[in-house]
C-alpha cells in the first residue's frame, strides 16, 4: 500500500447545515489525516475552472451555481490507498445508490448537493490540490 495524498471539498450544503465537524469525522475515522484545510467562497471563475472537465455536461450551470451558493472547505488529505479510501468513504455520486454508512448516503441532499468532492485518481489529485494550496500551506 502506498501513502498518498488526495483533495477534498465540503460543498455549499455541508457548510449551510453546520456539518463540517460530523463529514470531517467520518474521514478521520477512515483514517485519512487532514494536512492542509481553508474556508473560501468560491468565485464563478474558479468553480467553473475546477469543473472545467465537466463543461460540456447538461448540469455544469447548476453545478457552478450550487457550488457558488456558499461557503466551501478545501482540504488535502493523506493516507494509505487515500484516493480510493477517500471515494470509498464518500459513496456514491447519486446518493439514492451510495452504499449504507457513506457520506453521501448519511449526508447529501441530492445528485448534485452531495456534500462532499474527491478526487477520483492520484493524478487528478495532484492537480486539484496544486488549483488550492501552495507547498507550505501542506502540513503533513
Ligand atoms: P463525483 O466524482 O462523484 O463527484 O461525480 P462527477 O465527477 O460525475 O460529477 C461532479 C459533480 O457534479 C457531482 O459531485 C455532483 O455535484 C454534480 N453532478 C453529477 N451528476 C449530476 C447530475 O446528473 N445532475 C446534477 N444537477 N448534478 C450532477
Redesign the pocket.
Known sequence: MALEKTFSIL?PDVTRRNLTGKINEKIESAGLRIIAQKRLWLTRPQAEAF?G??AT????D??CT??TSGPVVVQVLEGENAVVNY?NV?G???PANATPGTI?KEFAE?????S???S?SLENAATEIKFFFGDIEIVG
Do not use: C, P, Q
Open positions: 460543498k469543473y472537465v465537466h455536461r447538461s448540469f455544469f447548476d453545478l450550487f457550488m471515494r464518500m456514491a455520486t447519486n453521501r441530492s445528485i448534485e448537493a452531495n462532499v468532492h474527491g477520483d
